[in-house]
């Protein structure tokens, strides 16, 4: 063994050990749930949210008898019906939202997925009947889209083409909804299939009211285990599936390499074609190719302050390729982040499941090479001007109902650098309430000579493991949970988002939820305690934190927290005791607007200059609709931090984003951004300069028939100022991207 393979033994025997428990572990019985015959009738109809086709008569229908947020299973405050039915290719879905009072039903024009806290209508589709993984369709009464994957962790963005309208009544409102098989994903069968299903209704007045189709049961955390189950499509047929968008970029780039007196040089004009072809071969399974799928001038990354922060920021994904399935690569180790390929020149894409069996795989050629370079007390990054080839595949297994084994292997290589990362992961629901996740992951690396020789990273190749256990207990008041976590120094995850590594975590919570009555001022209060403690390998303190947070959801959907903690953290050697107090305040005092503040204050480590100073942050911001049709939402964060000698620092962030919405097609946006980092140089040991400010604005014509068939023109523009010169533009861009589905 070599000398960076001391302890890796014992890790990887108490990282397998801890999976093969899972292994023993007996699984739970289903829960019973009603089954509902979902009619073919062989009827299209016209979507346009009015509901008055004869076919509607003859559909499956229900009524949401239930408010399951924040009341706990109680009578609607609001009527709602809604009718299913199906042909050969396509779901068909009604909704009839009666209102007590029409003219307060909050409806606004957006682009999709952003429609906010309005009214809106929704179901959830599991169309394996897993109870792992669904479908998330939602439409406002403007009919403006929303769509997504929801899993046990979370959310995943994701955009399915398919039509919806509604329209606002003397009585309520109505939508329509029309989903092609070829959007879903199912297993294929020529007999009938069973589905989870739910309907949903967001009912947003003083307090933002979810109804829902059937009882839930708070201590039970399997929301899909209690699920309604429909029944039908039989021999119902996605289609030839298949989906072909070509692409057009057009874009030129001016830049001014001497400031502030430099000419603006003229770019090139650069002109790119692009393509990506989704096939799905099989009901459940979807090969996808794209040839330059990156296009990043289109959506601006949220500016977040980086003065004082020793790890790498995160920055979610925004590329449809990379969208497209991501849910399938997660894990709960992070070990899988594709904003780490920068460039992509092309790429193949693998997802699907078959049976109980979910694979997902992925090999991408980038012409960049972006890596992180992780460490315990901070982390560092470079770019390579050289390609690789990354490739990912995850493969799931479902043992029952309640019990997932996974795999997982990555590899990156380009010219002298090899990172790979292979492991096994579990997901197992012991009981309604308690649930274990558990991963074990080996590395290997290879970096090229420049990053051993500027960064201090070992030579040759060298490996390390990481393990992770998660038990997780929830029930309709009491929440508790344990993580444990080790990394181990020469652990590297280059195609995840792993910025630190030598370390080992242990932390536990505790949490009690008191729920509303009907006569509760509030709508649910928390309160929560959590430990954490954190190590290096040696034994090191890096982090400790003791910590309390209230939390008060109330009137006006309003959203309150108060978070004092105690906080001792190592760094370069030293150990620093702090005190710190967070307040947030967010409330949405009518249909029209949402205000927030975020305060949060007391000590902090000056990395820069390792000692202990003094920091208060703000962020806070609000967005107004005006009408139907215009949005604005201008938002701020500033940081100031004083040491004994005086101020250090202070850094602030300023936006202001405004757009027009045409219809739930077209809009028109602008964006400003504002960046003003100020420091003392007398007190820096780097001799930094006292002042550097960033001017970025954005405007943008986005026409989008689906999320496929786009057409974006805009501009763009930087600039910079420093105490020497005020601001100059650095660069400016004027760019076109048109794209068209044809789905076949």
């Not at 009907?518 to 928390?526: D, Q």
């Amino acid at each position: 063994m070599g000398v960076h393979d001391k302890g890796n033994s014992s890790k990887m025997s108490r990282g397998f050990a801890i999976l093969g428990a899972l292994l023993f572990v007996s699984a739970l019985s289903a829960m019973e749930s009603t089954t509902h015959q979902i009619p073919r009738i062989d009827v299209r109809i016209t979507v346009d949210g009015v509901l008055d086709e004869a076919v509607w008569d003859d559909a499956w229908s229900m009524t949401l008898d239930y408010e399951v947020r924040p009341g706990e299973n109680t009578p609607p405050l609001a009527a709602t019906e809604v009718m299913v039915y199906h042909d050969q290719s396509r779901l068909y879905i009604g909704f009839r939202s009666q209102d007590p009072e029409p003219s307060a039903i909050r409806a606004h024009l957006s682009d999709r997925d952003n429609f906010g806290p309005d009214d809106a209508i929704g179901i959830v589709l599991d169309t394996f009947n897993d109870e792992r993984r669904n479908y998330l369709f939602m439409v406002n009464p403007m009919g403006v889209q929303l769509d997504t994957i929801e899993t046990m962790d979370g959310n995943t963005p994701w955009d399915g083409i398919w039509a919806s309208s509604a329209t606002i009544t003397d009585w309520g409102w109505s939508a329509e909804l029309e989903i092609p098989f070829s959007t879903l994903r199912f297993q294929r069968s020529d007999g009938p299939q069973v589905w989870g299903f739910d309907a949903i209704r967001m009912y947003p007045r003083n307090l933002s009211h979810q109804m829902g189709s059937f009882p839930r049961d708070r201590s039970n955390n399997c929301y899909r285990c209690q699920a309604h189950k429909i029944e039908g499509f039989a021999g119902v047929s996605p289609g030839r599936n298949l989906e072909i968008v070509p692409t057009l970029t057009a874009s030129r780039t001016d830049t001014r390499d001497e400031l502030p007196d430099g000419p603006l040089e003229a770019g090139d004009p650069e002109i790119e074609l692009g393509a990506t072809i989704r096939w799905g071969f099989t009901p459940n399974l979807t090969v996808s190719a794209a040839l330059n799928p990156d296009f990043s001038q289109i959506e601006a990354d949220a500016l977040q302050l980086s003065v004082n922060r020793p790890f790498a920021i995160f920055f979610p994904e925004l590329r449809p390729f990379f969208m497209e399935g991501a849910d399938f690569f997660n894990t709960t180790m992070a070990a899988v982040y594709t904003r780490m390929m920068r460039d992509p020149a092309w790429g193949l894409k693998l997802t699907g499941k078959e049976g109980d069996h979910t694979v997902g795989a992925y090999v991408v050629k980038d012409d960049v090479t972006n890596i992180i370079i992780p460490g315990s007390e901070s982390s560092d990054f470079t770019s390579l001007d050289q390609g690789n080839t990354s490739t990912v595949l995850r493969y799931r297994y479902d043992v029952g109902r309640h019990f997932t084994l996974g795999g997982l292997l990555s590899n990156r290589d380009g010219e002298g650098y090899l990172n790979r990362v292979a492991g096994i992961d579990g997901d197992i629901r012991l009981s309604p309430r308690d649930r274990i996740i558990a991963q074990v992951l080996n590395s290997k690396t290879r970096y090229p000579d420049e990053v051993v020789d500027d960064f201090e990273q070992p030579g040759g190749d060298f490996e390390d493991w990481a393990a992770e256990v998660i038990y997780t207990h929830d029930t309709r008041t009491w929440e508790w949970w344990a993580i444990y976590s080790d990394i181990g120094t020469d652990f590297r995850a280059d195609l995840g988002f792993m910025p630190w590594v030598n370390r080992i975590i242990y932390e536990a919570g505790l949490g009690y939820t008191w729920n509303a009555t009907e006569t509760s001022w509030y709508s649910r209060l928390n309160l929560k305690s959590k430990i954490a403690h954190v190590v290096d390998q040696t034994g090191f303190l890096l982090f400790h934190e003791d910590v309390v947070q209230f939390t008060v959801e109330g009137p006006l959907q309003s959203h309150s927290v108060i978070r004092p903690s105690r906080v001792r953290e190592g760094y370069n050697g030293q150990i620093f005791d702090f005190n710190r107090l967070r307040l947030h305040v967010c409330g949405k005092p009518n249909g029209h607007s949402q205000l927030w503040i975020n305060l949060e204050g007391g000590g902090k480590v000056d990395y820069a200059n390792t000692r202990p100073g003094d920091f208060i942050n703000f962020d806070g911001g609000f967005w107004y609709r005006f009408g139907r049709h215009f949005y604005m939402e201008p938002k701020y964060t500033r940081e100031r931090m004083e040491v004994d000698e005086g101020w250090l620092y202070t850094t602030s962030i300023g936006q202001l984003q405004t757009s027009w919405q045409f219809n739930p097609r077209c809009f028109i946006r602008a964006i400003i951004q504002y960046v003003d980092n100020q420091f003392n140089p007398e007190l820096y040991s780097d001799g930094r300069d006292p002042e550097d400010r960033r001017l970025f604005a954005q405007f943008l014509f986005s026409y989008k028939l689906n999320p496929r068939t786009v057409l974006f023109v805009g501009y763009s523009d930087n600039s910079a100022a420093t105490q020497d010169y005020g601001f100059t533009q650095t660069d400016r861009t004027i760019f076109a991207k048109v794209g068209y589905a044809w789905v076949l």
